[in-house]
Each structure stands twice: as structure tokens, then as C-alpha cells.
T-cell receptor
Framework: EADIYQTPRYLVIGTGKKITLECSQT?????MYWYQQDPGMELHLIHY???????EKGDLSSESTVSRIRTEHFPLTLESARPSHTSQYLC??????????????FGAGTRLSVL | GQQVMQIPQYQHVQEGEDFTTYCNSS?????IQWYKQRPGGHPVFLIQ?????EVKKQKRLTFQFGEAKKNSSLHITATQTTDVGTYFC?????????????FGKGTLLTVNP
């Protein structure tokens, strides 16, 4: 089992609040990712990072922002939550390097509900 | 951009029946990976295929990568209730980033005991 942790697991919050979803991994992986997934639906890449101080927007436009100040930590922030942000957010990491090593390890996810 | 199509979207089987999900890419892939997500869980890596025509087996699961490296399949023999979940394929293109995966929409498998 991979050592990648997300907190909180569940979050119910009111509209307009600022939230930060935490993601940490202890594997020393350079590459980290955030996906958004509605129940039973496909995975949408919203942010990724190739290493410290490197962040890129993913394929799905998102109002969230990310930072990568430390290798092990990749938090996602919503400045003003809205009901349309209700979803599951999955964090993942991969070791990078050769193609063979680019397996993604996922955290347990944060289920966000914005009322 | 690269697209990865996956069919069927849903499959319901009786326990003991076989199951197959198919993955097709609009472009040639460097590799294909398969993940399984149990209901309420997170995706977990199953296997990676890299070579043209490659076939790999994990107990009752058989994975294939097409000769043109544009399609792949996952076949489960004699399904069990523990096989329930969504199966995702994911691939990379040779010219794309080594680190970004394009996921298919997944196939949800339900098994009637």
C-alpha cells in the first residue's frame, strides 16, 4: 500500500468559505497530481506538479489553486467554495524517471460537499 | 488532444460469468496502465503494458496490448463478487509528457452472486 495521505476525508462547508485540501506522501516522489471525480464518473486531471516550485493546470479547468513548496506536500486551495465544487478530490503521486516507473499511487480522497 | 475511449460503460454479470472491457486510443500509446477502483474507494494500480502485442496475466485477469499499441483489453474469467468496481485504462503518448496519464471513462462492473 502506498504512503500517500489526504485530509480531511470528508468536508461539508458553506458557500463562500476558503478551504484547503491536504495531500502528503512519504515516498519521495517528484510527480504529484490532483484529480476531480464525481461519484461513479471519470477522473479529471485538474493540477499537476513535476517537483518543488513546479505547478501546472490540468486538462479540466478548475478554480482551485495548488502549491508545491516541499516535495512531500501538495495542498489544493479553494478561495471561495461554491456548490458546483461538490465532488471527490483525489491526490496521486508517481516516482517519475523511466516510463516503467510512472505508476500513479492514489490517496483515499476528500469528499467535499458545499452547501 | 489524445483521447482514450473505454467500453462498455457498465457491465452487470452473474457470478461465474466472464467479463471484458476494451480501451481504444486515437493515437499510438507508449504504454497502457489499468487501475481498479472499488465502490467508495480510490484507484489502485493493477498492471502496466509496454510492448506491442503484450499479454500479461494475474490469476483470473488477462491484459492485452494491441499490435498497433492503440488498444487494450482486460478480461476476467469466472467473475467473483470481489471483482466489483470500476476498471480504468490510462495511457501516455510517445510525444506527450512522461508523467501525465489520460484516463478512460472507466467500466463499472457489478456481479450478481
Amino acid at each position: 500500500e502506498a504512503d500517500i495521505y489526504q485530509t480531511p476525508r470528508y468536508l461539508v462547508i458553506g458557500t463562500g468559505k476558503k478551504i484547503t485540501l491536504e495531500c502528503s506522501q512519504t515516498m519521495g516522489h517528484d510527480k504529484m497530481y490532483w484529480y476531480q471525480q464525481d461519484p461513479g464518473m471519470e477522473l479529471h486531471l485538474i493540477h499537476y506538479s513535476y517537483g518543488v516550485n513546479s505547478t501546472e493546470k490540468g486538462d479540466l479547468s478548475s478554480e482551485s489553486t495548488v502549491s508545491r513548496i516541499r516535495t512531500e506536500h501538495f495542498p489544493l486551495t479553494l478561495e471561495s467554495a461554491r456548490p458546483s465544487h461538490t465532488s471527490q478530490y483525489l491526490c496521486a503521486s508517481s516516482p517519475g524517471g523511466t516510463l516503467i516507473k510512472n505508476i500513479q499511487y492514489f490517496g483515499a480522497g476528500t469528499r467535499l460537499s458545499v452547501l | 488532444g489524445q483521447q482514450v475511449m473505454q467500453i462498455p460503460q457498465y457491465q452487470h454479470v452473474q457470478e461465474g460469468e466472464d467479463f471484458t472491457t476494451y480501451c481504444n486510443s486515437s493515437t499510438t500509446l507508449s504504454n497502457i496502465q489499468w487501475y481498479k477502483q472499488r465502490p467508495g474507494g480510490h484507484p489502485v494500480f493493477l498492471i502496466q503494458l509496454v510492448k506491442s502485442g503484450e499479454v500479461k496475466k494475474q490469476k483470473r485477469l488477462t491484459f492485452q496490448f494491441g499490435e498497433a499499441k492503440k488498444n487494450s483489453s482486460l478480461h476476467i474469467t469466472a467473475t467473483q463478487t470481489t471483482d466489483v468496481g470500476t476498471y480504468f485504462c490510462a495511457g501516455r503518448t510517445p510525444r506527450g509528457s512522461n508523467y501525465k496519464l489520460t484516463f478512460g471513462k472507466g467500466t463499472l462492473l457489478t456481479v450478481n452472486p
